[in-house]
């Protein structure tokens, strides 16, 4: 095996063995769990460091081997694959230091921190997947890494949103499997090429490719959060914040926006999605997720519902960025991958750190916050800002370059669409900010328990200020090197202009 084939392996390796590892460890163990899950975080990021300048520079990184006659396990590292795993990555190491801190005194972290490795093995293996049935291997693995985080307070209400969270997400990955079975029964083992490895198919199987892209779409739309397959996603708000800030920004809701890249771009290739007529249909729904969510979202109290409802609608600008049919909009929908990942883990951990140490859940309870709490808010502030598309936010980066490519794919009412999800960004988030920042409180927090010398513990306030940096850098340093929207060009460039 060779050392780029190694690297593929020590990849995932590095939350595998750690999660495994963990769920040995006796409750007590706090210290070395916690060098454990720390250690494998940054041993993954140095790893896949000196991936990306591989990739940068034109390595190549696969693996395979067959499992059944014409079936291939097989890992591929591209450029649009790590993009998702950087963001995973990175963000998988805050998250970890975030949730050390916010468990500290709760029961059954092992297990905890063990789905919590897994959850991230799998999801790297999605970004890693080679062709469609690895990738379906590693989109279950997820659903069963992240059921038991969201019912990991174990109540009724857990209870009852981890068997919606499994019914919609099993639900949605037999539907993936049957558009998988139906395409293998066409074309053998289907593999992710550039340019799409279907776009040569005969006229005589177009009308079956339709069927079965609506199929492969339906099944990715639920862990993407798409109207009507969304309603999973505000009840798993039960589970704790770092797994809200896992199912948001980095696994769930991310891996099913990622396939759907991967059906258009690789699987099907945009010329040949766009000559069936199958982008605007993909637009459409698009937009209507982002109105739907939007609207939604403005009408909840509960803060983490009303973020949960701006997370439907927020995803969804990747799939719209991916059903205009020209490089611009591609840039715009695969950058907000990443821009939506951190301004959402940031907008999670403030509403974390607002419920465990003033006992804050609702919007209506968030009045002089930013005056106990000024950095946890100053870091809401700045992602509040991003989602709305404040320049110079990464949020403004997306919308400038999905409206751009909408004019170029000549859908005009795009503009429209982006135009009403602001103004409902604005009409959600800028109250929350008035009331923390210019109203006084009304009397006691509903239960307030201060953590140590900070206005809140080091390891719950550390994340957000670091992933609300990057919302920032990720707009003022959108031209440098290595930056998400560089990177987005690199992909488009690369891998999708012909």
């Known amino acids: 095996m060779s050392w780029n084939e190694t690297l593929l392996w020590l990849v995932l390796s590095s939350s595998l063995i750690t999660g495994l590892a963990i769920f040995f460890l006796p409750e007590e163990r706090h210290g070395l769990r916690s060098a454990l899950n720390l250690t494998g975080a940054l041993a993954k990021l140095v790893l896949i460091a000196i991936m990306l300048w591989g990739v940068f520079n034109g390595l190549q990184y696969e693996t395979r081997y067959a499992l059944l006659p014409g079936i291939d396990f097989a890992l591929r590292a591209d450029a649009l694959a790590m993009l998702f795993v950087a963001l995973s990555a990175v963000l998988w190491l805050f998250t970890t230091i975030y949730a050390i801190g916010y468990l500290e005194d709760s029961p059954h972290r092992s297990r905890f921190f063990g789905f919590f490795s897994l959850c991230v093995t799998s999801t790297m293996g999605i970004a890693f997947a080679g062709n469609l049935f690895t990738f379906f291997l590693f989109y279950e693995l997820l659903t069963l890494s992240t059921y038991p985080l969201v019912v990991h307070r174990g109540t009724d209400k857990a209870l009852r949103a981890g068997n919606i969270y499994l019914g919609y997400t099993l639900a949605g990955g037999a539907v993936l499997l049957i558009g998988i079975v139906w395409l293998y029964s066409l074309f053998g083992n289907v593999e992710f090429a550039h340019g799409g490895v279907l776009s040569g198919a005969a006229s005589d199987h177009h009308g079956e490719l339709i069927v079965i892209f609506a199929l492969l779409i339906a099944g990715l739309g639920v862990k993407a959060a798409l109207v009507p397959l969304h309603g999973w996603l505000p009840v798993a708000m039960v589970a704790p914040a770092p797994v809200s800030a896992l199912l948001h920004a980095v696994a769930v809701v991310k891996a099913g926006a990622f396939g759907i890249v991967r059906v258009v771009y690789d699987v099907y290739g945009i010329e040949f999605a766009q000559d069936l007529g199958l982008l605007l249909p993909l637009a459409v729904v698009a937009s209507i997720t982002i109105v739907y969510g939007s609207l939604r979202a403005l009408a909840q109290d509960d803060l983490k519902r009303r973020l949960a409802f701006s997370t439907v609608s927020q995803v969804s600008y990747i799939a719209l960025g991916v059903s205009l049919f020209g490089p611009i909009g591609t840039v715009g929908g695969l950058a907000h991958l990443v821009h939506q990942g951190i301004m959402k883990i940031t907008l999670f951990f403030c509403a974390g750190n607002l419920a465990e140490t003033l006992g804050i859940h609702k919007v209506s309870e968030m009045r002089g916050a930013g005056r106990r709490m000024p950095w946890t808010m100053a870091a809401f502030t700045v992602a509040a800002f ?55 409180p009304r009397g006691a927090w509903p239960a307030e328990q201060p953590r140590g010398r900070f206005e809140t513990g080091w390891r719950l306030l550390l994340p957000p200020l670091v992933t609300a940096a990057f919302t920032l850098a990720a707009g003022l340093f959108a031209a440098t090197l290595f930056s998400p929207l560089e990177w987005a060009q690199l992909i488009m460039t690369r891998e999708y202009v012909r």
């Not at 709305?388 to 751009?404: C, Q, R």
């Not at 490519?405 to 669409?417: H, Q, S, T």
Request: hydrophobic share 60%; charged share 5%; no cysteine.
């Open 386 to 440: 991003g989602m709305i598309g404040v320049p110079p936010m990464a949020g403004f980066i997306s919308k400038w370059y999905l409206g751009l490519g909408a004019l170029e794919a000549e859908m005009n009412w795009v503009l429209g669409v982006l135009v009403v999800s602001s103004l409902l960004n604005a009409a959600y988030f800028l109250p929350i900010l008035y009331a923390a920042w210019f109203q006084p």
